[in-house]
């Protein structure tokens, strides 16, 4: 049985860590690095190189892993425990220098989510929680809003790269929401909007 608090709380340092490089090679990215995978769909060494550190780092913590990884770098062979990473959630935001931007890590069982880690960059802020824990940010609990009607929600929503799948729901969304909610905006990373 894994101990989920103190697993988390190293999760974060990893996370951090990573991100911490993200920071540094922002300073000197050139978007000629950029691949294009698919129409919209980023990479570049920095994800692969932030993934690379979070695998490493990951395996030493918890070597009976196996990993689920956006750059695929890694792995899962059917392991009771399996770490989910996005190693730089809002890649264009990256490209183009636009906060914000994160770091995602997950650790899953063969039948639930046991922890989430979210470290967004550009405000230093690490967001984490764990099976029958509390959530936090920076130390701090968090909560839900306890907003309960549409007219004072403030959404966030995120358009996925392959938008076109999605174009009738999206439309179909915005129209009926637009004007009836406190305000509707898009930040670039899924991880920070959740």
């Known amino acids: 049985m894994l101990n989920l608090r103190p ?3 190293s999760v974060c340092k990893i996370a951090i860590e990573a991100g ?3 920071r540094k090679e922002r300073k ?3 978007r000629e690095q950029v691949i294009e995978k698919h129409a919209h769909d980023y990479v570049s060494y920095v994800d692969k190189e932030s993934e690379r550190l979070i695998v490493e ?3 030493a913590l918890l ?3 196996g990993f689920v990884t956006e750059e695929g770098s890694a792995v899962y062979t059917g392991e009771d425990y399996c770490w989910v990473i996005d190693p730089l959630d809002g890649t264009t935001n990256y490209i183009h220098d636009n906060a914000p931007y994160c770091v995602s890590i997950a650790l899953r069982s063969r039948t639930e989510l046991l922890l989430g880690v979210v470290y967004e960059v550009c405000r230093n802020e690490c967001y984490y929680a764990w099976k029958d824990g509390k959530a936090y940010l920076n130390r701090k609990e968090i909560h ?4 309960r009607n549409v007219e004072n929600a403030f959404l966030i929503l995120e358009l996925p790269y392959n938008y076109q799948n999605y174009k009738p729901t ?5 129209h009926e929401l637009y004007g009836k909610v406190s305000g509707i905006r898009m930040n670039g990373s899924a991880a920070i909007s959740l």
């Open 7 to 9: 697993l988390t709380v």
């Open 20 to 22: 911490q490089f993200l």
């Open 28 to 30: 000197e990215f050139q």
């Open 57 to 59: 780092r990951l395996s």
């Open 63 to 65: 070597p009976q892993a």
């Open 144 to 147: 839900v809003s306890d907003v």
């Open 170 to 174: 999206i439309e179909y969304l915005l």
